[in-house]
């Protein structure tokens, strides 16, 4: 079956110019979380999703950092007035439902933002 | 706020070597997962273990949970060059969900 998709794999940008990331996650998968992994760093988690809604955004490194999912299943990652320390690979996941146990979360391969 | 630190950071071994890498915090973690992640990919994960103490056994590689939760350990036994990769810890807690916190690393490079 398909694993978790993001598009673009790869993004170059200039300073203050407005990005979007996608994620589309396993079909099913009702929880998406989006990390973001700096050089030489592991995963930073950024923002977590149950279904629709934000369950977690305590990630989000500031208010130029903003992410939906309106239906439930893709997800976008949008970064406004973007600056050369936002350049990383953003990761998504996806999981199945939380039942109060320890979910497997399924990464995607990542999209590389860089940031000129 | 609660960090995970890998030991080492890089590790360059011969094929057939056996290694150990560690991850330690000092806070406790309800589950620590061990991911292995090769370059312009995800990481995968690889284990999850949840008690103090825990052992588990995948092929080669032989994970740890520390009896208080706090550390683990991975050793892989008779090195192959496809393990080379990075493998990264994390740690959760039940409060957070899905909060994963991740450790940086430790860069393996398995020679043949």
């Known amino acids: ?116 | 706020t609660q960090l995970l630190e890998q030991s080492p950071q890089f590790l360059s071994i011969q094929e057939g070597e056996n290694l150990t890498v560690y991850c330690n915090s000092s806070s406790v973690f309800s589950s620590l997962q061990w991911y292995r992640q090769e370059p312009g990919e995800g990481p995968v994960l690889l284990v999850t273990v949840v008690t103090g103490g825990e052992v588990k056994k995948l092929k080669r590689l032989t994970f740890q949970f520390g009896d208080a939760r706090k550390d683990s350990s991975l050793h892989i036994t008779a090195a192959q060059p496809g393990d080379t990769g990075l493998y990264l810890c994390a740690g959760a807690n039940r409060g957070s969900q899905g909060n994963l916190i991740f450790g940086k690393g430790t860069k393996l490079s398995v020679k043949p």
């Open chain 1, 1 to 116: 079956g398909a694993g978790v998709s993001q598009t673009p794999s790869n993004k170059v940008t200039e300073k203050g110019k407005y990005v979007e990331l996608r994620c589309d996650p396993i079909s099913g998968h009702t929880a998406l979380y989006w990390y973001r992994q700096s050089l030489g760093q592991g995963p930073e988690f950024l923002i977590y999703f149950q279904g629709t809604g934000a369950a977690d955004d305590s990630g989000l490194p500031n208010d130029r950092f903003f992410a939906v999912r309106p239906e439930g299943s893709v997800s976008t990652l949008k970064i406004q007035r973007t600056e050369r320390g936002d350049s990383a690979v953003y990761l998504c996941a996806s999981s199945t439902l939380l039942a109060g146990g320890h979910q497997t979360q399924y990464f995607g391969p990542g999209t590389r933002l860089t940031v000129l």
